[in-house]
């Protein structure tokens, strides 16, 4: 089976292969770290998260005992860059009280979305809270939100596929990419 590039796509960053990789280092990690801390809750950040997720949940030992929620925020709105603002769209179906909670994140750029959601979810009262993230895009940098986990350090550019959106299109793509410049040429300063 030939597959074939969708429009806009410039390069591929990582393909399936070392996401996976990321992933099983990540669940390895985490195994380790929540041993005797065993039905850690984690809560996956839709939608781009969606794919990472289910893939960390299914990496990790049976023996952890994960459970899975989710919920979603928004910042970027239709643009590549973010607004600034977080609004919480979506919140989790079950309380956090006395839980072990890992935020499942897709990337951290600038960082509010998630510090936005470690201050919301703090305010809770899990019995801990840890984040991990897919994507470390270091760059730009406005608030120091802590990240316990990282997958992959991410080149300064705006990557789309593997759950990740570019005006809600490419979340389908197996692998993380850039995308060619015209495809933002729409976009107003
Ligand atoms: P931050 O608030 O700037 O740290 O960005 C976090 C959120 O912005 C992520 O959950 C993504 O939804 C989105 N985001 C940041 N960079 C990218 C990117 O390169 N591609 C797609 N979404 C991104």
């Not at 049976?62 to 973010?82: C, E, H, K, M």
């Not at 919140?91 to 009280?97: G, L, P, V």
């Not at 897919?134 to 990240?147: C, G, I, S």
Request: aromatic share 8%.
């Amino acid at each position: 089976m030939t597959s074939v590039t969708p429009e806009g796509i410039e390069a591929i960053l990582f393909d399936a292969d070392e996401i996976s990789k990321a992933v099983a280092r990540l669940a390895g990690a985490i195994a380790r770290d929540y041993a005797t801390d065993p039905s850690v809750l984690l809560v996956g950040v839709l939608k781009g998260a969606l794919f990472f997720t289910a893939d960390l949940a299914r990496a990790l030992p049976p023996s952890l005992d994960p459970r899975i929620d989710f919920l979603a925020v928004t910042s970027y709105g239709n643009a590549s860059r973010s607004s600034g603002e977080v609004r919480l769209l979506k919140d989790m179906s079950e309380s956090i009280e006395g839980k072990h909670v890992l935020i499942v994140e897709d990337i951290v750029d600038n960082g509010l979305t998630l510090s936005y959601l470690q201050d919301l979810l703090g305010r809770r009262h899990p019995a801990s809270l840890r984040s991990c993230v897919l994507l470390d895009k270091p760059y730009r940098r406005r608030v120091d939100a802590k990240v316990d986990y990282t997958g992959l350090v991410c080149p300064d550019t705006f990557v789309v596929g593997y759950g990740l959106d570019y005006q809600e299109k490419y979340r389908n793509l197996p692998y993380l990419a850039k995308l060619e410049p015209w495809v933002f040429a729409g976009e107003v300063e």
